[in-house]
């Protein structure tokens, strides 16, 4: 009777032991169910076992601290980033759990992973990552693309006539209108501010052509901010002049006034000056005698023709704008009268 209870009581424990053994025995990688008899660990006796992906959860890139930007092209699917965002791997493993990660940045070496990636350089990059169990399972390689991105935009605001730069100082005429064009190397433009001769910006509308009227000194101020939040500000300063110049015509030597003409004798010259405020002279014109084309000035004038003669003139400034013209009249008379002398008897 014993003897019975003793073989009942041996089946129950065995009963029991066998499913932990089967337990145990699954867990096992292939070719480790020997136990003791497991060959050593190395790339040559396991070479399949060394591409094999361990049970991991992915790694992915991930920004660790608040201010520092990412951004995906929602229509590409490009990510961009500032350099300021720091990439963190993470990995687990759910048997023999994780030896080390690995990552390389573009095509540098593999090193081991022990603080968050930070990429100073500019432009695109690529880190590629990976980990490996205590097994020895290595994970295939992952790649993250990104293009780190810390410049504002490039802002240029464009006039319609180019600017006249005098003394230091933008000179435009109030005719003349200007465009805003931004560009960014890499994550792109969001969006372009401006004001004139305001703090309070509003949206530049690309392409829209915008005019300033009102005559003396204008400020154009320009924000642009692109997609990964990098600002670009500025402001440019223009002379808005809308004065015209002034001519004169000017004889070296005085004309004579009798009635209402004027006399010039042929050793008299013509002189002709113009002044401007703004931008500057840029040209004077004369037309001689009712000419059909007007001439460029360069020199005094001289008439030989005992006859009258009419000089006009006008100047323009650097930006255009023209003077009144300016008309003189005179008879050139270089002739001294003739007296003969006759005799009368009474």
């Known amino acids: 009777m014993n003897r019975i209870w003793m073989l009942a009581s041996l089946a129950a424990l065995l009963t029991l032991i066998t499913p932990a053994y089967s337990q145990r025995t699954n867990t096992l990688s292939p070719g480790e169910e020997g136990g003791a008899q497991k060959p050593p660990a190395t790339t040559q006796q396991k070479p399949a076992a060394a591409n094999t992906p361990a049970a991991t959860t992915p790694a992915q890139p991930a920004v660790s601290s608040a201010p520092a930007v990412l951004w995906k092209n929602p229509q590409s699917g490009d990510q961009y980033a500032t350099s300021s965002v720091k990439f963190v791997l993470e990995s687990r493993d759910n048997i023999s759990e994780v030896d ?32 490996v169990d205590k097994a020895g399972n290595r994970e295939v390689d992952r790649i993250y693309s990104v293009t780190i991105d810390d410049n504002g935009p490039l802002v240029r605001v464009l006039p319609a006539a180019a600017f006249v730069t005098r003394d230091g100082k933008n000179y435009t ?35 829209e052509a915008v005019q300033i009227t009102a005559s003396g000194t204008q400020l154009i101020n320009f924000q642009s901010t692109d997609n990964l939040g990098n600002k670009t500000a500025g402001s440019v300063l223009v002379e808005v002049d809308a004065d015209k110049p002034v001519v004169e015509i000017k004889p070296t030597q005085p004309l004579t006034k009798v009635d209402q003409r004027q006399y010039a004798r042929r050793n008299t010259g013509f002189r002709v000056d113009a002044s401007d405020l703004g931008s500057g002279i840029q040209s004077i014109m004369v037309r001689i005698d009712g000419a059909q084309e007007w001439q460029a000035y360069s020199d005094v004038i001289y008439f030989d ?34 007296t003969e002398l006759r005799t009368s008897v009474e």
């Open 100 to 131: 080390y990660i690995e990552y390389k940045i573009d095509n540098s070496e593999f090193r081991r992973y022990a603080a968050p990636i930070t990429i100073p350089e500019q432009g695109p990059h690529t880190i590629t990552y990976r980990s």
């Open 173 to 207: 005429p109030p005719s003349n209108t200007f465009t805003i064009r931004a560009s960014d190397e890499f994550s792109g433009v969001k969006e372009v501010l401006y004001g004139v001769n305001s703090s309070e910006l509003k949206a530049y509308r690309e392409g």
């Open 305 to 338: 023709a005992e006859k009258e003669h009419v000089i006009e003139a006008r100047a323009i400034d650097a930006v255009g704008n023209e003077s009144e013209v300016k008309t003189l009249r005179f008879v050139v008379d270089d002739n001294p009268p003739t």
